[in-house]
């Protein structure tokens, strides 16, 4: 069983930064994978990005690639996601996930095709002037 909390939401200027962290606890992280998403209004939620505690491989979407980078710092089990150059498409409230994936998942399926299993509470950014 793990626990999951972000922060770090709140008001951006279009280009401007922020960073959402996530700590994670209640077990070994070791082979589990940290996942990051978001839901705009009146979209579905998407997978932004991702990355796997087994091998350190990462994930991004195509509308975040180049302006967003997910991090970790172990001795914290915390994870990051620093956001630069916002757009206000860039709204939505974020969330942070982790995953328990097989072994099979693993080794041969990228973090973003998972199915979460523990979510955090959520954490709104709004991008706007």
């Known amino acids: 069983q793990l626990q999951v909390v972000e922060s770090g939401g709140g008001l951006v200027q279009p280009g401007g930064s922020l960073k959402l962290s996530c700590a994670v606890s209640g077990s070994s992280l070791e082979y589990t994978a940290i996942g990051w998403f978001r839901q705009a209004p009146g979209n579905e939620r998407e997978i932004i990005s991702c990355?796997?505690?087994?091998?350190?491989?990462?994930y991004y979407s195509d509308s975040v690639e180049g302006r967003f980078t997910i991090s970790r710092n172990d001795a914290k089990n915390t994870y990051y996601l620093q956001i630069v150059s916002a757009k206000p498409e860039d709204t939505a409230v974020y969330y942070c996930?982790?995953?328990?994936?097989?072994?099979?998942?693993?080794?041969?399926?990228?973090?973003?095709?998972?199915?979460?299993?523990?979510w955090g509470q959520g954490t709104q950014v709004t991008v706007s002037s």
């Open positions: 990355i796997s505690n087994y091998d350190g491989k990462t």
């Open positions: 996930a982790a995953d328990y994936p097989s072994r099979y998942l693993i080794l041969f399926k990228q973090c973003n095709t998972y199915d979460y299993d523990y």
